[in-house]
């Protein structure tokens, strides 16, 4: 395979488009903008106004860099795998477009370059980090994705953690209120890949990976997805009763919790076609949703307060 590969790269001229698109494809840049939001949203809470241009900088850059190099080594580690499977048989390092030993350089500069930028702001952070992106790209793609269906439940806590490195980029200190936001998205997280793993079940069952709907069906895995999204409810008061955030956020976050939660009805009682995609959909938005209503009711109430 090597050489008939060499022979078609000496051969097929790559464009450096293509190679760049790559690389850029590693790092699953959307997935890392969502981290950064978090991060951001984070931060933001952590000060009653703004928090300083240097922190958010150095911060979203270091925690940037950091996740899109947990990504990277998660492509290289699970190339494999990707092979097999109609979401990711078309990966750069699956197909054979990007060298390994490249990638695994490309992980290891993006990943030292955000460590040093977050080492800069506090070693706390930057430990946090990098704690992080251990979790993901080794405890998890390493070890529980292959070993238990509730790796995405252990897993989740390295993908909910950068609303805690955003707020330790600003304070240097772990915050109770931090850890109300890291639970918020460790809550969403099973709903926002469970269903999507309904939606892929062949897929997952194919590569052997023991995701829940290959070891216990799709009909127990829908009764998860509603059972973490009733939690996820009731996690998403937390902010309210301990009056981290007011009105706004209660208002806001309900209607997102509890769109959350019909979506997890229909697809438990009355599943359509197609539902399950819906369902993954909507969780990308509701996150994205939920993140931005916490700053808007941070900000309404700083300025409420009188806060320049
Ligand atoms: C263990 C935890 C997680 C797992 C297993 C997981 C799994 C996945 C998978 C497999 C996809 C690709 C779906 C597709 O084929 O289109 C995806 C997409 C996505 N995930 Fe997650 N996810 C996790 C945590 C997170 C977290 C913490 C965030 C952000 C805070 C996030 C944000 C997103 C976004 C924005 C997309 C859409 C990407 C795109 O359209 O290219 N995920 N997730
Ligand atoms: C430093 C830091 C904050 C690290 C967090 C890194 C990170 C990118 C977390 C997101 C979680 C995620 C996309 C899991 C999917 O992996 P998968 O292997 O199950 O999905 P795949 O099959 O699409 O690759």
Wanted: aromatic share 12%; glycine share 8%; proline share 5%.
């Amino acid at each position: 395979m090597a050489k008939s590969q060499g022979l078609e790269r000496l051969s097929t001229p790559i464009s450096t488009t293509a190679v760049w698109r790559d690389y850029l494809t590693m790092t699953k840049p959307k997935v890392v903008a969502m981290l950064l939001l978090t991060a951001l949203v984070g931060m933001c809470l952590a000060v009653p106004t703004i928090p300083t241009i240097r922190v958010v900088v150095f911060g979203l850059t270091g925690i940037g860099l950091q996740s899109a190099a947990a990504a990277v080594f998660n492509h290289v580690l699970d190339r494999r795998f990707d092979a097999q499977m109609a979401r990711t048989y078309h990966r750069p390092l699956a197909k054979g477009r990007i060298a390994t030993s490249k990638a695994v350089l490309f992980a290891c500069v993006l990943m030292v370059s955000g460590f040093i930028l977050l080492w800069q702001l506090n070693p706390l952070t930057a430990w946090l980090t990098m704690a992080s992106l251990v979790g993901y790209a080794v405890v998890y793609t390493v070890w529980l994705k292959h070993a238990t269906p509730q790796n995405i439940v252990i897993g989740g806590l390295a993908g909910a953690a950068p609303p805690l490195l955003g707020w330790t980029a600003v304070t240097g200190n772990l915050d109770p209120h931090a850890l109300l936001l890291v639970m918020l998205v460790f809550a969403w997280t099973p709903p926002h890949f469970w269903a999507l793993a309904i939606h892929r079940r062949d897929d997952y069952a194919k590569a052997g990976i023991p995701m829940l709907p290959v070891t216990h069906g799709i009909e127990y895995t829908k009764m998860m997805v509603l059972f973490y999204t009733l939690l996820l409810f009731a996690v998403g008061l937390l902010p309210w009763l301990t009056a981290m955030s007011g009105y706004v956020y209660l208002v806001g976050s309900s209607v997102l919790n509890l769109g959350f939660i019909g979506y997890a009805i229909k697809l438990k009682f009355f599943d359509t076609t197609g539902h399950a995609w819906a369902t993954f959909k909507y969780s990308i938005w509701h996150l994205l949703a939920l993140f931005v209503v916490l700053l808007v009711d941070h900000w309404w109430i700083t300025w409420s307060l009188g806060y320049k």
